[in-house]
């Protein structure tokens, strides 16, 4: 027991010496792929809200990896203790550059191919992105970077790259 709590304090700092922790989610406008504008972190407080942001395809392989998992815990709640979690999740791909024009033919795609239930966890970005790689400490395009906000959306665990047991671990400590 002693070593799981040393291992999941060990990724946490890991994961916290690489981005914003401590410093307010910063303002996005997005819209669900059921048409809700939601604009984070004001419409999400009062609860811990996991963000999963990728901005770019090449990120996509490892974003897949934090569907289920996070899907299961939060949302269809399927684990032992997961009816505990009272979290939102949203996956937000990421739509800049010249790649904005394409973010309503990419949205129309994934209402029909996404499950009705996963389609109010799935925000479309579309605008620009330096000022958030920057606030985020977004470096690397081919990889997605996961955002644990507390219910006043400050910023208390950020990690990227795919998903692991000790990550979820990670963020299941600072929502307890």
């Avoid at 996509?60 to 289920?68: A, F, M, R, S, V």
């Avoid at 904005?100 to 966890?121: F, N």
């Amino acid at each position: 027991m002693k070593a799981l709590l040393f291992t999941a304090a060990f990724f946490t700092s890991v994961s916290l010496a690489e981005a914003p922790v401590g410093t307010v989610f910063p303002e996005m406008k997005a819209e669900s792929l059921k048409d809700k504008n939601v604009s984070l972190p004001a419409d999400v407080k009062g609860k811990f809200t996991l963000i999963c942001l990728s901005w770019s395809e090449d990120a996509e392989p490892d974003l897949q990896t934090w569907y289920e998992p996070a899907y299961d815990k939060f949302i269809a709640k399927t684990g032992l203790m997961d009816d505990a979690f009272d979290v939102n999740l949203y996956f937000v791909p990421m739509f800049t550059g010249a790649k904005a024009s394409a973010a309503e033919s990419a949205k129309k795609r994934m209402k029909t191919e996404v499950q009705a239930d996963i389609q109010p966890h799935i925000l479309i970005y579309k605008g620009e992105i330096d000022s958030y790689k920057d606030k985020l400490k977004m470096t690397d395009k081919k990889k997605p970077y996961i955002f644990l906000l507390d219910k006043e959306g400050k910023i208390v665990y950020a990690t990227s790259g795919a998903y692991t047991e000790e990550k979820m671990d990670a963020i299941d400590e600072l929502i307890e």
